[in-house]
């Protein structure tokens, strides 16, 4: 009777251990493995913060749309998707912006671009992704905020702070579920 008790024991804990497991890969899908990989090495950028920020910007939705009519996975206006693809010497038509091939290109390189600006500083990076660069950069400029002008010691925009703060989770979750992105 012991050893059918332990059994069962021993199987509660494996059926428990395997429902979470599969729990978490639910809670943070990976799609378009090919585009972050691909866009994400050329750029220059970590896979799993590409990863981290289309999971935060639109759980890998690639028709989403927000308040401020930013589309696609990677959530860009029609405004950041005309400059990137300029920059990149590309041509993009109504509804490229969609594709998310094309969104991610466009994203990636936004967010090399804010990277670039601050310094490699991930989370000013996608601070600036989420508030604008012109932001950041007034923030990083208020002693009231950022002591040394380089690092912020608060972001003044809660739902930018709480962006920052989802992203470097996020990030943490796909490395730990994602090894080999």
Known sequence: MKLIKSLLGTALTVALLLGAIWGAYRLFPLKFIDEIRLYSDEMGVDRHLTASLIKAESNFNENAVSGADAKGVMQLTDETAAFC?????ITI???D???PDINIRLGVY????MLDIFGGDESLAVAAYNAGEGRVAQWLADPSVSTDGATLESIPYKETERHV?????YKKIY???YPNL
Do not use: P, Q, T
Request: net charge positive; proline share 0%.
């Open 175 to 177: 490395k730990l579920l």
């Open 85 to 89: 693809a300029s920059k990149l010497g």
């Open 165 to 169: 703060k989802k992203i470097n989770v």
């Open 110 to 113: 936004y967010l090399k671009r």
């Open 97 to 99: 912006i969609y594709n």
């Open 93 to 95: 038509n109504d509804g």
